[in-house]
């Protein structure tokens, strides 16, 4: 049977699968719908079916006649496999005690490097919250750091500003997300600091029936690029096709290998406490390839699915705990809800097949060009194209994606460029702000006493001033867009001081014109809260002379009538007329 065939009968299968898919997973034991392949006796038949994937299984004489999985189901046969799918998120239960993860490659060196501080960001890093969390755990508090893995960079739709892209479940360990917390790369797991590694803050994130995501928001002066370490430029995203061969580079087992079996997948899973069990539907699920024991492992989570021409077409979140196969949401649904594309990388650093040329075959080696970049070149005679290294950047020979040869561990921007620079470079700045300009946006401006009494207090509300400086951040605005003019001379130290300080000034005037700008604000405010409260005091002067004179005019009244009935009563002359 074909592929185009197999396709055809999974869409022939799906209506049936989406409809009975509850009922099947409220059954006791089941964790998973899928269409897949049949197997008997240890053998493919070559039928697609309705596969039941369950916890443990059980002989016949245990199931009871409503849990039995029928044979078939409206004339597609079902199959019942043994599976257990659980997150992918790395968790310590004990403080210096991280456990030790199922294909951990502890000591490879592209392993080492996807753990180190590294710098520009990249997507296949360790990331995470830089707080623990505190869990019920055997009916005690316990507290428990969540580590996960950066998947690619991203833009939000509407505002343009650079984001990274991992899972909820990394951002919220107890079941509740935390927006404006601390996210540091490396992560906690891998000897990250809050102070000296802060990288970002969550912005949002979600589960749902479909998607497990987060974005993280960079902070100012953090460099990025639209790169996968180990894997190479990005090129965009799109959907996961069944039979595509895709790779991703996680924080535990590297960049591994595998294939797509299928994108119909529905899965029940425990996100532990605060959280518990859910539903997601329609996943991507990829199985390792041949040669490899495991497609990923505890800490991959938040990892980006890449094809072989370099687009976006899932993020990693859970697996089967034996390594068999892997979750990932698809990537289509992830950016939309998040409101969010993936950034491609620029064309000329793009993957080879996305600018129209496919990479060579054969065995390639490792080499510099004329301009000292690197460049891979084919053994095969007659070969006359090259496909990129997969590099981060050529900004340190640590990023090389070479996991057999060991790397030293140079930090970034240490070495002159001797090739322009090209890749968006949205910060000049290598460290990330620890503290970034909080004093501008906790200003009160109502701090200065006023010296004139105020008894009345407002009937109408006070919508003005500051709803602009208190609540926008002033430092997302100025270095949103990347640098599109490429860097033709070489980056040597001095041109990097030099542009360091230039973009020092810059971020310097940047928060002069923020603070003059609440100055201003506070300034307008005083001036209305006192124009206000002397139109209350000018209306209270007013009631109250009117008061006076309403009091005056009855007192007169009053002795007009007075004085009258006292001159009737002793007939006094001129009463009569009614002369006053």
Same mark, same amino acid.
């Given at each position: 049977?074909?592929?185009?065939?197999?396709?055809?009968?999974?869409?022939?299968?799906?209506?049936?699968?989406?409809?009975?898919?509850?009922?099947?997973?409220?059954?006791?034991?089941?964790?998973?719908?899928?269409?897949?392949?049949?197997?008997?006796?240890?053998?493919?038949?070559?039928?697609?079916?309705?596969?039941?994937?369950?916890?443990?299984?059980?002989?016949?004489?245990?199931?009871?006649?409503?849990?039995?999985?029928?044979?078939?189901?409206?004339?597609?046969?079902?199959?019942?496999?043994?599976?257990?799918?659980?997150?992918?998120?790395?968790?310590?239960?004990?403080?210096?005690?991280?456990?030790?993860?199922?294909?951990?490659?502890?000591?490879?060196?592209?392993?080492?490097?996807?753990?180190?501080?590294?710098?520009?960001?990249?997507?296949?890093?360790?990331?995470?919250?830089?707080?623990?969390?505190?869990?019920?755990?055997?009916?005690?508090?316990?507290?428990?750091?969540?580590?996960?893995?950066?998947?690619?960079?991203?833009?939000?739709?509407?505002?343009?500003?650079?984001?990274?892209?991992?899972?909820?479940?990394?951002?919220?360990?107890?079941?509740?997300?935390?927006?404006?917390?601390?996210?540091?790369?490396?992560?906690?797991?891998?000897?990250?600091?809050?102070?000296?590694?802060?990288?970002?803050?969550?912005?949002?994130?979600?589960?749902?029936?479909?998607?497990?995501?987060?974005?993280?928001?960079?902070?100012?002066?953090?460099?990025?690029?639209?790169?996968?370490?180990?894997?190479?430029?990005?090129?965009?995203?799109?959907?996961?096709?069944?039979?595509?061969?895709?790779?991703?580079?996680?924080?535990?087992?590297?960049?591994?290998?595998?294939?797509?079996?299928?994108?119909?997948?529905?899965?029940?899973?425990?996100?532990?406490?605060?959280?518990?069990?859910?539903?997601?539907?329609?996943?991507?699920?990829?199985?390792?390839?041949?040669?490899?024991?495991?497609?990923?492992?505890?800490?991959?989570?938040?990892?980006?699915?890449?094809?072989?021409?370099?687009?976006?077409?899932?993020?990693?979140?859970?697996?089967?705990?034996?390594?068999?196969?892997?979750?990932?949401?698809?990537?289509?649904?992830?950016?939309?809800?998040?409101?969010?594309?993936?950034?491609?990388?620029?064309?000329?650093?793009?993957?080879?097949?996305?600018?129209?040329?496919?990479?060579?075959?054969?065995?390639?080696?490792?080499?510099?060009?004329?301009?000292?970049?690197?460049?891979?070149?084919?053994?095969?005679?007659?070969?006359?194209?090259?496909?990129?290294?997969?590099?981060?950047?050529?900004?340190?020979?640590?990023?090389?994606?070479?996991?057999?040869?060991?790397?030293?561990?140079?930090?970034?921007? *240490? /070495? =002159?460029?001797? %090739?322009? !620079?090209? #890749? +968006?470079?949205? &910060? @000049? $700045?290598?460290?990330?702000?620890?503290?970034?300009?909080?004093?501008?946006?906790?200003?009160?401006?109502?701090?200065?006493?006023?010296?004139?009494?105020?008894?009345?207090?407002?009937?109408?509300?006070?919508?003005?001033?500051?709803?602009?400086?208190?609540?926008?951040?002033?430092? *997302? /605005? =100025?270095?949103? %867009?990347? !640098?599109? #003019? +490429?860097?033709? &001379? @070489? $980056?040597?130290?001095?041109?990097?001081?030099?542009?360091?300080?230039?973009?020092?000034?810059?971020?310097?005037?940047?928060?002069?014109?923020?603070?003059?700008?609440?100055?201003?604000?506070?300034?307008?405010?005083?001036?209305?809260?006192?124009?206000?409260?002397?139109?209350?005091?000018?209306?209270?002067?007013?009631?109250?002379?009117?008061?006076?004179?309403?009091?005056?005019?009855?007192?007169?009244?009053?002795?007009?009538?007075?004085?009258?009935?006292?001159?009737?009563?002793?007939?006094?002359?001129?009463?009569?007329?009614?002369?006053?």
């Amino acid at each position: 049977m074909t592929a185009q065939d197999d396709a055809t009968d999974r869409d022939l299968i799906r209506p049936t699968k989406r409809r009975v898919e509850d009922a099947l997973l409220a059954r006791t034991g089941v964790i998973g719908i899928d269409i897949a392949e049949k197997w008997s006796d240890g053998s493919p038949t070559g039928r697609q079916a309705i596969v039941v994937h369950v916890e443990r299984k059980r002989a016949s004489d245990e199931v009871s006649d409503d849990e039995r999985i029928p044979a078939e189901i409206d004339g597609v046969p079902t199959d019942v496999v043994e599976h257990r799918v659980s997150p992918l998120s790395l968790t310590q239960s004990a403080p210096g005690h991280w456990g030790e993860q199922p294909g951990e490659q502890s000591d490879a060196p592209a392993v080492a490097l996807l753990r180190s501080r590294v710098r520009p960001l990249a997507g296949g890093l360790s990331l995470g919250p830089a707080s623990p969390v505190t869990v019920p755990v055997g009916g005690q508090a316990q507290l428990r750091a969540v580590n996960g893995t950066l998947g690619v960079l991203v833009s939000e739709r509407h505002t343009g500003l650079v984001l990274g892209l991992t899972n909820w479940h990394v951002a919220a360990g107890d079941g509740l997300e935390d927006p404006g917390s601390t996210w540091i790369q490396p992560g906690l797991a891998d000897d990250g600091e809050p102070r000296r590694d802060r990288v970002a803050a969550l912005v949002r994130g979600t589960l749902t029936d479909r998607i497990d995501a987060a974005v993280v928001e960079l902070a100012p002066g953090t460099p990025w690029l639209p790169w996968v370490v180990g894997i190479g430029p990005i090129a965009g995203a799109r959907p996961a096709q069944v039979g595509a061969t895709v790779r991703k580079s996680g924080r535990t087992t590297g960049v591994t290998v595998g294939t797509v079996v299928s994108t119909d997948y529905t899965t029940s899973v425990d996100f532990g406490p605060g959280v518990g069990w859910r539903t997601l539907r329609d996943q991507v699920r990829v199985e390792p390839a041949p040669d490899h024991e495991r497609f990923s492992s505890g800490g991959d989570s938040g990892s980006a699915i890449v094809d072989d021409a370099g687009h976006v077409v899932g993020l990693l979140w859970a697996g089967e705990d034996d390594g068999s196969f892997s979750v990932a949401n698809p990537i289509a649904v992830v950016l939309d809800t998040l409101g969010v594309s993936v950034i491609p990388a620029p064309q000329d650093r793009a993957h080879p097949s996305a600018r129209g040329t496919s990479a060579p075959s054969g065995r390639s080696s490792i080499e510099r060009d004329a301009q000292g970049a690197p460049r891979s070149t084919s053994d095969r005679p007659g070969a006359t194209a090259a496909s990129p290294v997969n590099r981060l950047t050529p900004t340190s020979e640590a990023l090389v994606s070479d996991p057999s040869t060991p790397q030293s561990s140079a930090q970034p921007f *240490t /070495e =002159p460029f001797t %090739e322009p !620079f090209t #890749e +968006p470079f949205t &910060e @000049p $700045f290598t460290e990330p702000f620890t503290e970034p300009f909080t004093e501008a946006l906790a200003t009160n401006p109502f701090t200065e006493p006023f010296t004139e009494p105020f008894t009345e207090p407002f009937t109408e509300p006070f919508t003005e001033p500051f709803t602009e400086a208190v609540t926008s951040d002033p430092f *997302t /605005e =100025p270095f949103t %867009e990347p !640098f599109t #003019e +490429p860097f033709t &001379e @070489p $980056f040597t130290e001095a041109a990097y001081r030099a542009y360091s300080q230039a973009a020092a000034r810059a971020q310097t005037q940047a928060r002069a014109q923020v603070q003059a700008r609440a100055a201003r604000a506070r300034a307008q405010a005083q001036a209305q809260y006192r124009a206000r409260a002397a139109y209350a005091a000018a209306y209270r002067a007013g009631q109250l002379a009117g008061f006076r004179a309403a009091y005056a005019a009855a007192y007169r009244d009053a002795y007009r009538d007075a004085y009258r009935s006292a001159a009737r009563a002793q007939g006094t002359p001129g009463t009569a007329s009614g002369d006053d």
